[in-house]
């Protein structure tokens, strides 16, 4: 009795899949390769550019999981550098792109930001963890470039606002009243290093900054 080749790959196929593998890897393909080659009919045997066209499949399919794999240890190893570098930071102070930040009690807090251009006018909101707008500061007149103003930690009725954690945004206009380019960044004292998600974070006053947001780094300075 004569056993095809397409029947042969096709019942080997039905038995990886009932061993629970829902994907075929390069080992797979191999074993219906060469499940093929011991059932075709001597008769008439596997088309011999079918079989050479076989053969580049499986060649390009083990170089893609080669691939793949040092894709992988390349991953692994710049996320290991990430985290030693990123222990180094403690106890520095770092400048990040991020606009979330710690109040304490009866504190005030500097808020800092980037303006593209010259600006007519610069709107500051603050608002709390549940996103509510505790404070409003408005500014005339700034120039283009790093710019600061100081939140004395009131909130829209005068009264000091709870310690706790808050973020702020930044609008600002041009002389004809179009919006123009921000940037909101914030400069803390590094505390820890957090590891997540497969993510490094920095840690400043129970606030998590992620490793990508950072833009510079220096010593603290003792006060």
Same mark, same amino acid.
């Given at each position: 009795?004569?056993?095809?080749?397409?029947?042969?790959?096709?019942?080997?196929?039905?038995?990886?899949?009932?061993?629970?593998?829902?994907?075929?890897?390069?080992?797979?393909?191999?074993?219906?390769?060469?499940?093929?080659?011991?059932?075709?009919?001597?008769?008439?045997?596997?088309?011999?550019?079918?079989?050479?066209?076989?053969?580049?499949?499986?060649?390009?399919?083990?170089?893609?999981?080669?691939?793949?794999?040092?894709?992988?240890?390349?991953?692994?190893?710049?996320?290991?550098?990430?985290?030693?570098?990123?222990?180094?930071?403690?106890?520095?102070?770092? %400048?990040?792109?991020?606009?979330?930040?710690?109040?304490?009690?009866?504190?005030?807090?500097?808020i800092q930001y980037q303006l593209g251009e010259d600006a007519n006018a610069v709107y500051v909101s603050i608002?709390?963890?549940?996103?509510?707008?505790?404070?409003?500061?408005?500014?005339?007149?700034?120039?283009?470039?790093?710019?600061?103003?100081?939140?004395?930690?009131?909130?829209?009725?005068?009264?000091?606002?709870?310690?706790?954690?808050?973020?702020?945004?930044?609008?600002?206009?041009?002389?004809?009243?179009?919006?123009?380019?921000?940037?909101?960044?914030?400069?803390?004292?590094?505390?820890?290093?957090?590891?997540?998600?497969?993510?490094?974070?920095?840690?400043? %006053?129970?606030?998590?900054?992620?490793?990508?947001?950072?833009?510079?780094?220096?010593?603290?300075?003792?006060?």
């Amino acid at each position: 009795m004569t056993v095809s080749a397409i029947g042969a790959s096709a019942s080997s196929t039905n038995n990886l899949y009932n061993s629970g593998s829902q994907t075929l890897g390069k080992d797979d393909f191999l074993k219906l390769l060469v499940t093929q080659l011991q059932n075709q009919d001597p008769l008439n045997p596997t088309d011999s550019t079918q079989f050479v066209s076989q053969l580049a499949q499986f060649s390009s399919l083990e170089q893609l999981s080669n691939v793949n794999e040092n894709l992988k240890t390349v991953q692994l190893f710049d996320q290991s550098i990430n985290n030693a570098q990123a222990v180094n930071f403690v106890g520095k102070t770092i %400048k990040a792109s991020g606009s979330m930040f710690e109040l304490g009690s009866g504190k005030t807090h500097e808020i800092q930001y980037q303006l593209g251009e010259d600006a007519n006018a610069v709107y500051v909101s603050i608002f709390n963890a549940s996103g509510e707008v505790v404070r409003k500061i408005e500014m005339d007149q700034m120039t283009a470039g790093e710019q600061s103003v100081v939140w004395d930690g009131k909130d829209l009725n005068g009264n000091a606002a709870p310690a706790g954690t808050y973020s702020f945004s930044v609008q600002a206009k041009n002389a004809d009243g179009e919006i123009m380019a921000t940037a909101a960044y914030i400069e803390e004292t590094l505390t820890g290093v957090s590891y997540h998600d497969g993510s490094t974070y920095l840690l400043a %006053k129970g606030i998590e900054i992620p490793y990508s947001a950072i833009i510079e780094v220096a010593e603290t300075v003792k006060k």
